[in-house]
């Protein structure tokens, strides 16, 4: 029984691995009819291979729970830590209870069900993405490997976008949009992705251990900065100011990483300028607009002195040596007051300016316009909408039925219909009300808080910590899309790491060999 057992354990984890494989190096680059039909494909391409993996992995799994409940004592005891059901599975599994309460009486049981089109944020996806984050992050351990192949199959989208961008199409298309990038589609898509998925390499390099590592990644993080200041929109800012902050957090734990983090911010800088350079040497072939942060950044030298200051900053932090920083639980405190006093200071700005001029309609390229009409929004449900929401990705449909709101709606937006509130927080509110967005930021707050605390022991948390953290960031002026949220979701599945006894996993208990090194800083 226990050949036939470890036979299973074995073509469960392989499937497993599998699965991941074919999110992260396919489905980024799978797109139907060009940029087209790209939401539709890529959702399909998503939730068909998805929905596959689930029910495969699932029988294989509960095949090997059911094996392990047939076991002596002493081995029901070595697994005993790994079936534990932590706040993130509960917070989990209560949001997915709303998104069928919702989806039963929503606003329109069909989008709500299936999701709107060219968008497919129904409850289809949520309950089969939720599904595989329980199931998963009781079946694989978070190995360097999985890291590794998601920056690197990253980097490769990231590079065909900085081609795009300068007129070197690698990939023929029959419709060309410079609004759209790679094999991502339109640039709040790009940005989606790449607030999750930069994460990843950054980290690679932030924690390398030896030079070789370093280089590397080093390298690999220098093309995803350029790709983040090609691109064009602004909110990629966010996500830059997001990871270094964090990281910088982090870093307060020795000299080393702070030493290691003054590089990161003087590659971020001359990212910039290769940027720039790029753009003197083909000027005819960058095709999109400067007049945002993006151009001013690459066109201005200013960031190439504070690169060369950083680099000094880090050799003396190398030549201090590798102890703890004095004061180090002092400037964390600092450091964790710092974004709240930002808050207050924008929040004072806004509310002592006198409307349009503190917040006007065509801030962010219309946000303000948005959030002012979903703000309205909330005024117009019922106690139970106020609860439960309208339904999965019913935002559209809700804006459009109340005559108010669609009369300013089509005089500020023409024919484009709105989908979401380009604000995650808001758009939650409105499609899963009070209880669905308190579980669902409950969920993603849960297992940022968990692997910060398990990245003192196994940097490889960290990794998870930083993708939760700009991915929430990043959409605070942007929105859940299936080329973001996917790939957290997975990612905050290896982030689970620790939660068993020697590296072991509910389900299937399997281990990985390669995982991130123990630290003590």
């Not at 380009?422 to 209880?435: D, I, P």
Request: contains cysteine; aromatic residues 16%; proline residues 2%.
């Amino acid at each position: 029984m226990e050949k036939g057992t470890g036979i299973v354990k074995e073509i469960t984890r392989l499937f497993a691995a599998a699965y991941f494989v074919i999110i992260f190096g396919i489905y980024p680059f799978y797109m139907k009819n060009g940029y087209v039909e790209i939401g539709e494909g890529k959702y399909r391409f998503f939730i068909y291979v998805s929905i596959a993996a689930l029910v495969i992995l699932g029988i294989l799994g509960t095949f090997c729970a059911l094996q392990c409940m047939f076991r002596g004592r002493k081995e029901k005891k070595e697994h005993k830590s790994a079936g534990n059901v932590s706040l993130e599975d509960i917070l989990l599994v209560l949001f997915m209870v709303v998104i069928v309460f919702s989806t039963i009486f929503s606003v329109d049981e069909k989008q709500a069900f299936r999701g709107a089109e060219g968008w497919k944020m129904g409850a289809v996806f949520w309950l089969v993405l939720g599904g595989l984050y329980l199931l998963l992050s009781r079946i694989w351990k978070a190995g360097k490997w999985m890291y590794c192949f998601a920056a690197l199959s990253a980097g490769a989208v990231f590079f065909l976008g900085i081609c795009d961008r300068f007129s070197f199409h690698l990939i023929p298309l029959e419709i060309r949009d410079p609004a759209f990038l790679s094999t991502l589609g339109n640039i709040n898509w790009y940005c989606g992705y790449y607030s999750v998925l930069a994460p990843v390499c950054v980290s690679l390099f932030f924690f390398a251990k030896s030079k070789k590592e370093c280089i590397l990644w080093g390298a690999v993080a220098f093309l995803y900065f350029m790709a983040g200041f090609c691109q064009g929109a602004s909110s990629v800012f966010l996500i830059f100011g997001a990871l270094l902050y964090l990281l910088l957090f982090v870093s307060l734990q020795n000299k080393k990483w702070l030493a290691r983090w003054c590089e990161l911010v003087a590659l971020w800088a001359f990212a910039s300028q290769g940027i720039g350079l790029l753009r003197r040497i083909r000027p005819e072939g960058y095709l999109y607009e400067t007049d945002n942060l993006c151009g001013l950044c690459t066109e201005t030298g200013v960031l190439f002195g504070v690169g060369a200051a950083f680099l000094i900053a880090a050799f003396l932090f190398h030549k201090a040596g590798e102890g703890e920083l004095k004061s180090r639980k002092k400037l964390q405190i600092f450091l964790g007051l710092l974004p709240v006093a930002v808050l207050l200071i924008i929040g004072v700005f806004v509310t002592a300016g006198s409307g349009d001029a503190a917040w006007s309609a065509s801030f962010g390229n219309g946000r303000g316009m948005i959030w002012k009409i979903s703000g309205k929004m909330l005024g117009y449900r019922n106690l139970w909408q106020k609860l439960f929401g309208v339904g999965p990705d019913c935002f559209g449909v809700f804006a459009y039925s109340l005559p108010e709101i669609a009369g300013e709606l089509t005089k500020f937006f023409g024919n484009d219909k709105l989908t979401n509130a380009h604000n995650e927080l808001l758009t939650q509110l409105v499609n899963t009300g009070l209880l669905g967005t308190v579980f669902y930021f409950g969920f993603l707050g849960s297992s940022f808080v968990n692997c910060m605390k398990k990245g003192r022991e196994n940097t490889g948390a960290y990794i998870t910590a930083l993708c939760i953290f700009c991915y929430v960031i990043h959409n605070m002026v942007s929105f859940t899309q299936v080329l973001n949220v996917p790939f957290l979701f997975l990612l905050m599945a290896l982030g689970r790491t620790g939660d068993g006894k020697k590296g072991e996993r509910a389900v299937t208990g399997l281990t990985n060999q390669k995982e991130f090194p123990k630290i003590k800083p």
